[in-house]
């Protein structure tokens, strides 16, 4: 179907050798494709691979833009888990007492809380990295998974800081520095994996039921407390049935606790960690880091549309 | 009646038509040739097909609030959907082929379809029936398509260069043509201010600046220069030009028929979802505005 004025252009242009084309025949010798189709698995990974400069660029700027309006500014980096840590610590540590039974708690405490609050803060950034950017993604074209990406990335920087803070607190407590702190590298970088991939996976399932923004903190909550942040879960998988104490212990965000602590402090032995840890760490970390990439990138076409 | 002219394009008889309008005429059709002489040089190419979309928006919720909680409840259980559903039927039937080096003008009076067919092509929005099929990904500019506002116009210039697939190095190249581009440091050190501080003009301006500092195959532009002030618009204008050259094509949407005038050598004016003239930017705004008066 073309219009009169095409035809009039087409007649200028010399015989048009195209006029009898139907508009898909057309598109297909010229290689046009149809518009906002989703791209291949393998091309959308190119197309991510190119924009590593943007995500990395979009995080800084997102951080330094994070803490711009209070008075403090960056102080905050550090003042946030700190005083996260001091609420626990006044909490479980002081009037609960859970401190019972376990050598260190501060330091403890502070381990749990700081390598959960990473994957807590992804899980919850990933959820709304969708909806708090439609306007970026109604306005310019980049692969959408750039966004939750770069939104763990902030988290990671973050945790540098934090990290930074449970050093001091490890050695003030009187933890000596070991060859074993080095293990907190292959760590961090397998819990980057698994919260990438699930905030990939929040960021999808945010996208389209909003709702979900309202539900996530209280499904974190019970997450958390399932994974060992202020007690040892060996006190209730002791007396919990066989399965369920499988189940507990095979808690990713309970592996990335115990390992960190296990890096960290020389009172946290190995017998903690269930057998084959390293293995089912990995195991996670890939299962959820390819499984979300992939769960994401089937939606791409309709981020942003509504 | 010797004010009987032949139209020199159509053949048909006009009524009064002034010689210096005749002129006028002649020389745009002489342009028109010659533009599409170099089209036959270069092949008939075409970057942009629409082939008889419809396009229905969706709208939970209208007329009845957003409901109690309780029958929210009972319709997610029962897994009704909503009472409420409003079907807007915007685009009904729209097909067009654009080609290499085309400025396109869409006008149309306001919820005509114009800026609903422009996110279409930009793959924003899906269509309910038909087709859309474009040479790479084209990049759509809209009115109200703000960036990171809580961030400065520097780090939008270098993040929004980035995100359109630019290096490190090619975003230091440009950087100074986009801020000078934009002119936003006319009135002060602006380009160091959160984006929230500007004014909507400073910031369209930006965002103009930054889409057109890359080679767009398709470029979509839906009002965005309509904010901007006179001398910025003859800058953008000049750009749009440029774009072209390098072969790429050009969709404009305005009410600015000046501005449609002076960029697009064809244009598409759309009414209630349908196209109603699609032709040489002068035939069809000279009816549109005609009808328009006659409202």
């Known amino acids: ?306 | 009646m010797d004010d009987l002219v032949k139209d020199p394009v159509t053949g048909e008889t006009l009524v009064a038509l002034t010689p210096e309008q005749i002129e006028r005429r002649e020389l745009l059709e002489r342009e028109r040739i010659e533009r599409a002489e170099r089209q036959a040089k270069v092949g008939h190419i075409p970057t942009v097909i629409v082939d008889d979309i419809h396009i229905v928006y969706k709208i939970y919720g209208a007329g009845v609030g957003k409901g109690s909680a309780t029958s929210a409840l009972s319709r997610i259980v029962s897994r009704r959907t909503s009472p409420a559903l409003t079907e807007v039927h915007a685009v009904k039937g729209i097909s067009f082929t654009a080609y290499k080096g085309e400025a396109i003008g869409l006008i149309g009076s306001n919820g005509s379809g114009k800026s609903t067919t422009l996110s279409a092509v930009a793959g924003l929005l899906p269509v309910e029936s038909g087709a859309i099929y474009t040479d790479g990904q084209p990049s759509l500019l809209g009115v109200n398509a703000t960036m990171m506002s809580d961030l400065t116009g520097e780090r939008n210039v270098v993040l929004g260069c980035l995100a359109m697939g630019m290096s490190k190095a090619e975003v230091k190249a440009k950087y100074q043509d986009i801020v000078d581009f934009s002119g936003i440091q006319e009135r002060g050190d602006f380009v160091s201010l959160p984006m929230r501080t500007y004014s909507s003009g400073m910031a369209a301006r930006l965002r103009f600046s930054i889409a057109a500092a890359k080679t767009h195959d398709v470029l979509l532009i839906d009002e965005a220069l309509a904010t901007g002030d006179t001398a910025f618009q003859k800058r953008s204008e000049d750009r749009i030009r440029e774009l072209r050259k390098e072969a790429g094509t050009v969709f404009l949407v305005s009410h600015n028929n000046k501005s449609i005038r002076d960029t697009c050598d064809r244009t598409i004016w759309l009414e209630a979802g349908h196209i109603r003239a699609d032709g040489p930017t002068e035939d069809v705004v000279k009816e549109y505005e005609d009808y328009m008066k006659s409202r």
Not at chain 1, 6 to 14: D, L, M, T, Y
Request: charged fraction near 10%; aromatic fraction near 12%.
């Open chain 1, 1 to 306: 179907m073309s219009t009169v004025y095409e035809q009039r252009v087409a007649g200028i242009a010399g015989a048009n050798p195209d006029a009898a084309l139907s508009p898909a025949e057309l598109a297909a010798k010229y290689g046009l494709s149809v518009s906002g189709k989703r791209p291949s698995l393998p091309s959308y990974t190119r197309q991510l691979w190119s924009r590593r400069q943007f995500i990395t660029a979009f995080a800084t700027a997102r951080l330094i833009a994070m803490y711009t309006a209070a008075k403090l500014g960056q102080i905050w980096q550090v003042m946030t888990p700190l005083l996260n840590a001091g609420v626990y610590y006044l909490v479980f540590g002081l009037l609960l007492g859970q401190s019972r039974g376990i050598p260190d708690f501060i330091a403890y405490l502070c381990c749990g809380v700081f390598v959960f609050q990473f994957t807590q803060s992804a899980i919850l950034s990933g959820t709304r990295s969708i909806t708090d950017n439609l306007h970026l993604i109604r306005a310019l074209h980049f692969p959408r998974a750039c966004l939750p990406i770069a939104f763990t990335v902030i988290q990671l920087q973050q945790l540098i800081f934090s990290m930074g803070v449970l050093g001091v607190i490890m050695l003030v407590s009187g933890q000596p520095l070991t060859w074993h702190w080095l293990l907190v590298l292959p760590i961090l970088l397998l819990q980057s994996v698994f919260n990438t991939g699930l905030a990939l996976i929040m960021a999808r399932i945010g996208a389209k039921t909003t709702d979900m923004a309202q539900l996530m903190p209280f499904v974190i909550r019970t997450w958390m407390y399932l994974s060992g942040v202020f007690w040892a879960v060996s006190t209730f998988t002791a007396k919990a049935p066989h399965w369920a104490a499988i189940l507990l212990n095979l808690n990713p965000a309970l592996i990335f606790n115990d390992l960190m602590r296990y890096a960290l402090m020389t009172s946290v032995p190995a017998s903690i960690l269930p057998s084959h840890v390293w293995l089912i760490t990995a195991g996670w970390a890939l299962v959820f880091g390819l499984g979300g990439y992939i769960f994401f990138w089937r939606s791409e076409e309709e981020y942003g549309r509504g």
